[in-house]
């Protein structure tokens, strides 16, 4: 594994089926985060995780869930798909480049059509 | 609040230079980014500036602050088709537990041949 692996690549499911995005970063970044891309919207954040053991709510957090386990694995699960939640999901890490600069390293993103 | 704006597409001819904005709102941003985004993958950083300058250059690309009207640009020289992409313009603020980056909604480059 280099960098961040989603899996699976694209979805479709049914509406009310319950759903597990899988992300696993091995760059050992503390934070993570999920977010959306929908067309107009650009990236909407969902959650985050500071560290292992902890998440935070983003912008976007209802429907969804995570847990943070471990330094590497950050899923995000929707309990119950709806039609809104059709979208790109997109799993992140950072790391600090210099200072208080960061940067955000992207997985190559699951495409999740609800119908 | 925090808001990152961006015109959604550009349009422009191989060999010319490509001018990409971006406002933003939250004066206290410590950084702002620029990522691209190729079809089909996730977002790579292509450069940032600390809040404090007002231009950062960094072979054809060069970026503009100017911190009074909160305006980013970002300027690609000599577009090529392979500069296709979707560009973010993102800013770092600082929250409690430590920073959030806020992205914009991405400008579509068309560069044509």
């Known amino acids: 594994i280099a960098g961040i692996t989603q899996a699976p690549t694209s979805q479709i499911l049914a509406a009310g089926r319950r759903m597990t995005l899988r992300c696993t970063q091995d760059?050992?970044?503390?934070?993570m985060y999920w977010y959306r891309q929908d067309l107009g919207l650009g990236l909407r954040l969902i959650h985050y995780?500071?560290?292992?053991?902890?998440?935070g709510k983003g912008e976007v957090p209802d429907g969804y869930s995570v847990s943070r386990a471990n330094t590497d694995d950050f899923p995000l699960t929707l309990a119950s798909a709806v039609p809104s939640q059709t979208s790109v999901y997109f799993c992140?890490?950072?790391?600090?480049?210099?200072?208080?600069?960061?940067?955000?390293?992207f997985g190559p993103g699951t495409r999740l059509t609800v119908l | 609040g925090e808001d990152v704006e961006q015109s959604l597409f550009l349009s422009v001819r191989e060999g010319d230079s490509s001018v990409i904005n971006c406002t933003y709102t939250?004066?206290?941003?410590?950084?702002l980014y620029w990522y691209k985004q190729e079809p089909g993958a996730g977002l790579q950083l292509l450069t940032y500036?600390?809040?404090?300058?007002d231009m950062k250059q960094d072979q054809r690309l060069t970026v503009l602050l100017n911190k009074k009207d909160k305006h980013l640009s970002l300027r690609i020289a000599d577009t090529q088709t392979g500069d296709s992409a979707i560009y973010f313009c993102a800013e770092s603020i600082q929250n409690t537990g430590g920073f959030k980056t806020i992205f914009g909604a991405g400008t579509r480059l068309f560069v044509k041949a």
């Open positions: 500036i600390f809040s404090n300058m």
């Open positions: 939250d004066s206290s941003s410590t950084y």
């Open positions: 760059m050992r970044h503390n934070a």
């Open positions: 992140a890490s950072s790391a600090r480049l210099a200072g208080a600069v960061s940067t955000q390293y």
């Open positions: 995780s500071n560290t292992a053991g902890t998440t």
